[in-house]
């Protein structure tokens, strides 16, 4: 008895090690390495000297601007995401014939077994002058740039994050009741009123785990913005790739850093809250 | 979180668009590509870091089997890498960077796997203080001749009569204009900076390089490329804030935009000024006539280099001026060397983006140490790219 319970407890000890062992390695070491560097000072050639200060963190504001864009970026990416993908997880869940149901998902996921830099290049060619502009060029409209313009970021982002907002979707679509959608049209509600009130209602702990999802990984975006976005906007991402890469402040980049960390935590939690209010009371995991 | 397969990425982005640029002009191979782009040989890299594959030893005259070199953009002839192979059995991985800065944090950072990189002139001094590289051993670089190395360009792979680095070419920083897009001839770095308010609004590019950008725009009141005065600094941010809303992209990748006709004009370095004039006629290189930068960039060997025989070998091969001379003729930057310069065809000494008249030349700075490292240059970048 009592060796058994030592058995299946060695057992677990072994079963958890190695994913225990990565994350320390891979996630806790770092954080504590990011930690102590955010108290240190940037050493005259740059890079990091050993100090105790919080200065670093009181010079926040210098990024206020970079704080604030990706702020407003992620909730507006990841709220175009939404109404884009809604409608087609909508379709996959509910009206996409059986039979067609898994191909179109499997659609929906391909473009993920390509890296995102790839595809980002692809539209910056395709938004480029050689791309769409040439063809516009062609039936008449001469020097129209779409490239380096807030809409192909939109539309980056969109087209980049659009996979991780359908599936949650869908998924919390497809184990809808359908029942409960008959017995709505029976007691007289109207289509949109059904879909309001059903649908909708019962499909939000989905969306609020894509939103989050798609939230989330947007605060720390550099990439899009860098390159359909001509670096003219800056966000928190490139404030770190800069302080790192560029100007070498590694205490100030590594407050920066500890700081998008307990915001993406605080985003994370606050989402987790109002999705447990929306959905009336039920809890729902987001990660 | 998902974002590792970016950090690992082999190659900055910009430089990946460089290359791919390359590849859809013919000019490299796709095998090339690969090489050059760091993709092929990500895996084997990863192996040796972790130890799979067997370090080569530092036995006297063992070269091993691969050494990698950190580098610029369109800046090898990829055949050189080819015959090197060839010729010793040591494969080269050729690692491409974006700037300056993002070398010196690799090596800061250390373990960068280099045993050949190519600094610019002003970060020598600071490699040399940071202990990051060693005097050249002068013994193992027998095709290397002090000699024939014009001085102006030379001077500071030197420190305090030691040799910590050899020249390989030197070139200047002006801006690339698209002729039949801006057709009113330009000639200074205050044309440049108004014309992209007005005709240029939307189609101009800077760096996103403190260097050149706030020293160019510095050049637009006539001070210093490299001041570190407050009051300059201040009058260079207040015109690089008002610019701003007007750029087509802060971005040191300027060819494809240039090459697509999205951008008209564009701060430039002389290689590609030379590369997008000889493909696209209308573009056309200018040097402001209030200077700005001159530039070297050098050869020098990190002191924690893993396969330094091969480092030396590599660097002396690519000094034989045979060599050399093809290395030239690929990326289009002017040598340093006298004998190199004997052995290129009339049409590229007379070529004026490389070899630009004496009066173009005389105004210009070398960047200085200073400004590279300068925290107050780099918040004010900063504050410009959030601007």
């Not at chain 1, 473009?111 to 692809?122: H, K, N, Q, V």
């Not at chain 1, 649908?199 to 999802?213: D, E, R, Y």
């Not at chain 2, 930068?293 to 480092?311: H, M, Q, R, S």
């Amino acid at each position: 008895m009592h060796g058994s319970r030592l058995r299946r407890n060695l057992l677990t000890a072994l079963l958890l090690g190695p994913a225990t062992a990565w994350l320390v390695v891979f996630l806790v070491l770092p954080f504590i390495a990011i930690a102590v560097f955010s108290v240190g000072e940037r050493a005259p050639e740059g890079g990091y000297q050993a100090a105790f200060t919080f200065a670093q963190y009181a010079n926040l504001p210098a990024r206020a601007t970079a704080f604030w864009n990706t702020m407003v970026l992620a909730p507006v990416g990841a709220l175009a995401c939404l109404l884009v993908a809604y409608p087609v997880a909508y379709y996959l869940a509910l009206r996409a014939p059986q039979r067609w149901r898994l191909i179109l998902l499997a659609l929906v996921v391909i473009p993920f077994w390509t890296s995102l830099l790839m595809r980002t290049y692809a539209w910056m060619y395709v938004l480029g002058g050689r791309g769409i502009p040439a063809l516009l060029a062609y039936i008449g409209f001469e020097d129209v740039r779409l490239i380096n313009t807030p809409g192909a970021v939109l539309l980056g982002i969109v087209y980049g994050y659009l996979p991780l907002m359908i599936l949650p979707i869908y998924v919390s679509l497809e184990r809808l009741d359908r029942r409960l959608l008959e017995a709505s049209a029976d007691l007289g509600a109207t289509p949109l009123s059904t879909f309001l009130g059903v649908t909708l209602k019962l499909s939000l702990p989905g969306v609020m785990t894509g939103f989050s999802l798609v939230m989330i990984l947007l605060l720390g975006e550099y990439l899009i913005p860098t390159l359909l976005g001509g670096g003219k906007v800056f966000f928190i991402g490139n404030a770190l790739v800069d302080l790192f890469l560029q100007s070498r402040n590694w205490p100030f980049g590594s407050a920066i850093a500890i700081t998008l960390v307990l915001v993406s935590v605080v985003v994370l939690i606050a989402a987790n809250r109002i999705s447990t209010r929306v959905s009336g009371a039920r809890r729902v995991d987001l990660i | 979180m998902s974002k590792s397969y970016r950090d690992g990425l082999p190659i900055s982005p910009e430089n990946f668009v460089d290359q791919l640029m390359r590849l859809k002009r013919g000019s490299i191979g796709r095998r090339d590509f690969l090489g050059l782009t760091g993709l092929g040989i990500a895996t084997a890299v990863m192996a040796r870091e972790i130890g799979i594959m067997p370090t080569p030893a530092f036995a006297a005259e063992s070269l091993g089997d691969r050494m990698s070199i950190a580098t610029w953009p369109n800046y090898h002839d990829p055949a050189t890498f080819e015959n090197f192979k060839k010729d010793t059995g040591v494969a080269v991985e050729v690692n491409v960077f974006g700037s300056n800065e993002e070398m010196l944090a690799k090596l800061q950072a250390g373990a960068s796997g280099w045993s050949l990189f190519v600094p610019t002139n002003y970060t020598i001094s600071t490699y040399k203080k940071l202990g990051i590289i060693e005097p050249l051993e002068m013994a193992k670089l027998p095709n290397f001749d002090g000699s024939q190395e014009d001085p102006r360009f030379t001077s500071e792979g030197t420190i305090e009569g030691v040799t910590y680095a050899v020249p390989k070419n030197w070139g200047t920083t002006g801006f690339a204009v698209n002729t039949k897009k801006l057709t009113k001839p330009m000639t200074s770095w205050k044309e440049f900076w108004d014309t992209a308010m007005a005709e240029g609004d939307s189609r101009t590019m800077v760096h996103d390089y403190q260097l050149t950008t706030i020293g160019n725009a510095l050049k637009y009141y006539g001070y210093s490329f490299n001041s570190l005065k407050q009051d300059e600094l201040a009058k260079a941010e207040e015109l690089l804030l008002k610019v701003k809303p007007h750029l087509f992209a802060v971005s040191s990748d300027y060819q494809p935009g240039m090459r697509a006709g999205d951008a008209w004009m564009t701060m430039c370095w002389t290689n590609d000024g030379a590369q997008l004039h000889r493909d696209i006629p209308e573009i056309a290189y200018v040097l402001g006539k209030e200077g700005g930068e001159i530039w070297t960039d050098f050869y020098a060997i990190p002191k924690d280099a893993p396969n330094k025989p091969a480092g030396y070998a590599l660097l002396n091969y690519l000094m034989n001026p045979q060599v050399a001379v093809k290395e030239h003729l690929a990326n289009g930057a002017p040598s340093t060397d006298a004998r190199v310069n004997k052995l290129l065809p009339k049409e590229v000494l007379d070529n004026p983006i490389l070899y630009p008249a004496a009066d173009l030349l005389t105004p210009l700075e070398f960047g200085a140490a200073a400004t590279l490292t300068d925290p107050g240059r780099a918040e004010l970048m900063a504050r410009f790219k959030s601007a």
